[in-house]
């Protein structure tokens, strides 16, 4: 019997692939539309719920991200980004979250660096705010968008420098793949040199020569999706023998036909040729899930087990940006949270 949706929430998880603007309560996008009078197509909770995922006949990665524009008229001041923020922690860790990174781009928040600098100020204020009453540990990843200029890029590694060691932990380069990442070398390069974490979407809807790039010319440690990995044999064995991480997310690579079909996903094939993977939700809102519902996802499709979702797990906290001190405690929390939620009393090490 693989394992339930109830087994799967009450397991302890890390979420390192996690969009704060696509992890948006339906409630609040009303309350959002409603202070700023802005009209929406409809205020029926279950119908907005509907408008805010993504279509199920969607196969693209550019209809995927069409449904952000539904939802960004709203989110573009900081009152409203540090309620998403603080909401979050409280709904990752009704899913036995206990460790999450969150990202989004300042910069479609805000069109000047005071006003970046105001947003990426607030979502930390709710990501401090949450993890506190909600006993969650999050920290803050700033997405560069792909189209934008160099000079946007270099504003948020600036940015993301001032507050690093202040729950931001890390950049990453987001958006449509067709659009090249070279321009943005030099902002990654300083990030890196900064000692913040790199991470990078390639390979989701782009060939593995965005991953390569990725890894060589930007200085990446982990891979957001991955998916076309497979597809070169030497740079899976790069991958393998850095110990490069690939923050996978299964629904949503269905939903923008990085796979044809579940079954189909590399995950399972990655894990078994001895890469770094992990579980993560993308978009939790927009796709219309929970972390705790792909677990229970995998274990239907995969037959993947406790013994998987702990290895899994260790995988992401390793892959963590967040200081070593943190890690400890994670590794403690994650290994008795496993041996109460499977029955098994863990081998005390002498």
């Known amino acids: 019997m693989p394992l339930s949706l109830e087994a799967c929430r009450a397991l302890p998880k890390v979420d390192l692939h996690c969009h704060l603007d696509g992890a948006i309560r339906p409630r609040t996008i009303l309350d959002l539309a409603a202070e700023q009078r802005h009209r929406l197509p409809t205020t029926d909770p279950v119908k907005l719920e509907k ?12 209809g995927f991200l069409a449904v952000f524009d539904r939802i960004y008229p709203m989110i573009r001041t900081s009152e409203a980004i540090e309620r998403i923020a603080e909401e979050l922690c409280e709904d990752q860790a009704g899913e036995g979250v206990c460790y999450f990174e969150t990202r989004f781009a300042p910069a ?7 006003g970046m600098e105001a947003i990426v100020r607030a979502a930390l204020r709710g990501l401090k705010t949450g993890g506190r009453r909600h006993k969650v540990d999050a920290r803050l990843i700033l997405c560069i968008l792909r189209p934008h200029s160099p000079e946007r890029g270099a504003t948020t590694v600036k940015i993301a ?7 931001l932990v890390g950049v990453d380069l987001a958006g449509d793949e067709d659009a090249p990442a070279a321009p943005h ?18 390979g989701e809807a782009g060939p593995p020569e965005n991953i390569r790039e990725a890894i060589f010319d930007l200085k990446a440690t982990r891979i957001g999706h991955g998916v076309a990995l497979g597809r070169d044999p030497e740079l ?47 978009d939790p809102a927009i796709s219309g899930i ?22 899994y797990t260790s995988n992401a906290i390793e892959a963590a940006f967040c200081p070593e001190r943190n890690k400890k405690a994670l590794r403690k929390k994650i290994a008795g949270g496993f041996a ?11």
Not at 185 to 202: M, N
Not at 246 to 269: K, Y
């Open 51 to 62: 408008y805010l995922q993504v279509p199920r006949n969607n196969r693209s990665l550019r």
């Open 108 to 114: 479609l928040c805000a069109d000047s660096p005071r």
């Open 161 to 167: 420098k001032k507050f690093a060691g202040d729950g």
């Open 185 to 202: 070398r030099e902002s990654f390069e300083a990030a890196a040199d900064a000692g913040l974490g790199v991470t990078i979407h390639a």
């Open 236 to 282: 899976v064995w790069y991958a393998r023998e850095q110990r490069i991480a690939i923050e996978m997310c299964l629904t949503s690579n269905l939903q923008t036909s990085a796979v044809r079909r579940i079954s189909a996903h590399p995950f399972p094939s990655y894990d078994r040729e001895g890469l770094r993977v992990t579980l993560n939700t993308d």
């Open 290 to 311: 929970t972390l705790s519902g792909e677990w229970a996802l995998a274990a239907q499709q995969f037959g993947t087990t406790s013994a998987d979702f702990e290895r």
């Open 340 to 350: 109460r939620g499977t029955g098994h009393t863990p081998v005390r090490k002498i």
